[in-house]
């Protein structure tokens, strides 16, 4: 399993180059620069800050001082923001996002595993109806909508909760943003768990195991559970990096300070580095929890083996 993992993770490095070259000439193809203003700035001035920021060389040259620095752990200083570096803007902004992210995905994968499993159980009846759908609403309603009704309705009209801000993390300040980060991957895995769950309950063992009495919740938790959680794990990955680095819609109406803000204002004001290292921060979560998803595959089905 351990060697397995160190293949995996040698394998990524190409992957990860790759997406670095494509990012870092794709930014760059797009019409503008760093130093474009609605007020033109002084040709002096204007070639100080390329000369400063070496945009002045071929991009080609632009590129190999990038990953000489890359291969330092030196993610260069941002273009809007000048008094900090990008590192210091994602260490003060990535730990808002994994506390989101993290809550909201523990929050998900809780209750769309109830639901689902409930759901399987109920197959066709009332409340497996109901549970579809509410997960198919809960699909198709995006974060910018839910958002904003939240926090009029707890935040503006019923006063009980904030309607943004951060304030240390505290309880009450976080609670809206996992919710409206949670709802619709509750609605995924809902719908990821009942299809699996409903194929595991009519599995041969699972059948042998009721066949002998055993009591329902023995045979859904030890026998059918395992098995069908396997579908909802290999979405978890990708969600897993998408939550954990933030979400662009969520921080920005709820006035949080996390690393989506940062994606954003740097993609509009062609902030290169501030942006190259948001999309290196993802492609990192990406491939790290891609690999805790096939070792976790090892651990809940004896069938998968990787020696």
């Known amino acids: ?42 040709a002096k001035v204007l070639e100080n800050l390329n000369r400063v920021f070496h945009l002045d060389k071929p991009v080609w040259e632009q590129y190999f001082y990038y990953l000489g620095n890359l291969m330092r752990g030196d993610l260069g200083p ?31 994968f809780i209750i769309g595993t109830l639901l689902g499993t409930i759901a399987a159980l109920r197959q066709n009846g009332a409340i497996d109806y109901l549970v579809i759908a509410v997960a198919t609403f809960g699909i198709t309603i995006p974060n910018f909508v839910v958002a904003p009704v939240l926090s009029l309705i707890f935040g503006v009209w019923l006063g009980v909760l904030p309607a943004g801000g951060w304030n240390g993390g505290s309880f009450k300040h976080m609670l809206l943003p996992v919710i409206t980060l ?25 059948r042998t195991a009721r066949a ?58 062609r902030d290169y580095t501030l942006v190259m290292g948001t999309v290196i921060i993802i492609a990192v979560f990406v491939v790290v929890f891609n690999l805790i998803v096939d070792l976790l595959y090892a651990a809940l089905d004896p069938r998968v083996r990787y020696d």
């Open 78 to 108: 941002s273009f809007v923001y000048r008094d900090f570096s990008v590192q210091q803007l994602l260490a003060n902004g990535l730990p808002i996002s994994i506390q989101l992210g993290g809550y909201a995905l523990i929050l998900a």
């Open 182 to 206: 949670a709802l619709p991957q509750i609605a995924v895995i809902a719908r990821l768990m009942r299809g699996s769950m409903i194929e595991a309950l009519r599995s041969d063992h699972v």
């Open 212 to 269: 002998y009495g055993l009591p329902i919740h023995m045979v859904v938790v030890t026998h059918s559970l395992r098995a069908a959680c396997l579908p909802a794990i290999s979405y978890l990955g990708p969600a897993a990096a998408a939550l954990l680095t933030g979400s662009v819609v969520v921080e920005t109406i709820f006035g949080l300070p996390g690393i989506g803000r940062y994606f954003v204002q740097g993609a509009l004001n």
């Open 1 to 42: 399993m351990f060697g397995y993992a160190i293949r995996r993770l040698l394998g990524a490095i190409p992957t990860l180059f790759f997406i670095i070259t494509a990012a870092f000439f794709l930014i760059r193809v797009a019409p503008g620069g760093p130093f474009d203003r609605e007020r033109t700035l002084e």
